[in-house]
């Protein structure tokens, strides 16, 4: 990795850690609340590409886990994790290194649907398939109540990844971070 990957690394989890910044919506009937930090977690994914967005987010589990409070409310430190929210928070990795992978894989025929599409599969579908399951064992909640009342996330996350396609899209014409893939060698 070149100096420039290990900037964009700590910016990525310096704008994650930023989003939760903002005060965090708490909703009376669930103990996870609505954040900003999953729209860093998608521009991550959707501008830096797998290996830098992991790195990136791996580099905030760390900060976390260390006790930092950088999670929305000023949360941090190892007691996220078994928390209701801790699921949630674990799935962002795998997500972010997920859409980055597809956008990289796409990045020659990116659009905003295409991101968008990829946004919503990785920064939604992953991050709900490992925090609803993980929501339902520590609350001691069916997992179809967790699921239902995990719907009422799903308007605003739908809105971060249209910004986060729409932002990996503007950025990849004006200051690509993933590099075009190079066409294989004649043999």
């Known amino acids: 990795m070149k100096t420039r990957d290990f900037v964009h ?5 310096a704008l994650v850690a930023a989003l939760g910044l903002l ?16 729209l860093g977690v998608m ?22 886990a260390a006790g930092l409070p950088l999670l929305a409310g000023g949360n941090g430190g190892l007691a996220v994790y078994p928390g ?11 997500a972010a290194f997920l859409i980055g992978w597809l956008t990289e894989r796409s990045w020659a025929r990116l659009t905003v649907p295409r991101a ?16 609803i399951p ?13 699921a ?10 739908v809105v971060k990844a249209a910004l986060a396609a729409s932002t990996a899209v503007t950025l990849k014409r004006a ?9 294989a060698a004649p043999r």
């Open 9 to 13: 690394v700590a910016l990525f989890a």
């Open 23 to 38: 005060p965090p919506l708490p909703l009376p009937w669930l103990p996870v609340p609505i954040t900003a930090q999953t």
């Open 43 to 64: 521009l991550a994914g959707s501008t830096l590409g797998a290996r830098k967005a992991g790195l990136a987010l791996g580099l905030f589990h760390v900060l976390v």
């Open 84 to 94: 209701p929210t801790g699921g949630f928070f674990v799935g962002w990795l795998p």
């Open 116 to 131: 968008f599409a990829i946004n919503v599969l990785g920064g939604i579908g992953v991050i709900y398939a490992v925090g």
């Open 134 to 146: 993980w929501l339902a064992g520590v609350a001691a909640l069916p997992l179809s109540k967790a």
């Open 148 to 157: 239902l009342g995990s719907l009422v996330f799903v308007p605003g996350d």
């Open 175 to 183: 200051w690509p971070l993933i590099p075009a893939s190079r066409p």
